[in-house]
């Protein structure tokens, strides 16, 4: 895959950049750390400027956002809430929790856009749950575009400066994304454990 990316990337230059970035927020298995450091490598040995790159690649990855915020909105509160209501009992969660968990996201959506914006593959799919709670769009597109601009200015910078051995980027990134895939997994856990035991803590008699 990545000899494909990366010939596409060399043949249509600024908008094989765009391209390459908008399928990647879709398609997450397509990965930003190959694409936004060759696109630094590029600038080095071809007419693109490292703007312009940074630019193309910005572009194309608000449109792949934009597109799963739009799938999103189709998965709104009440189309969960029916889902609970069918499959919610072997989950164990409710329509409360549902609603619980899209209050949150309206308090602290725009900032935990903003932090997963720089964590891969998290960074493509939580358009998802933005579109889902009715973000405002203008707001999703503020904390995207600024959360987008920031890793693909490191990643793109990265590149121009290992020049042709930009591809050892990869290998911090890898240590990177285990770090905070740990992390989540970690809070995620707690959060989980917390959850359960709120659920199981007796109801105190009224009498």
Known sequence: MKDWITGFMEEYGYLGVMLMLAVENI???IPSEV????GGFMTTNSELTLPGVVIAATVGSLLGAVILYAIGRQLDVERMEALVDK???YLKISRKDV???DAWFD???GWTVLFCRMIPLVRSLISIPAGMSGMNFG????YTTIGTLGWNILLVSAGAALGASWESITGYMDLYSNAVYALLLVGAGTLGYLFWRKRRKPKPDLE
Do not use: D, Q
């Not at 707001?139 to 503020?142: G, T």
């Open 27 to 29: 398609f997450p298995p």
């Open 35 to 38: 694409i936004l450091p060759f």
């Open 87 to 89: 499959y919610g009992r």
């Open 99 to 101: 609603r619980k968990a």
């Open 107 to 109: 308090r602290y959506g």
């Open 139 to 142: 707001l999703f597109l503020f």
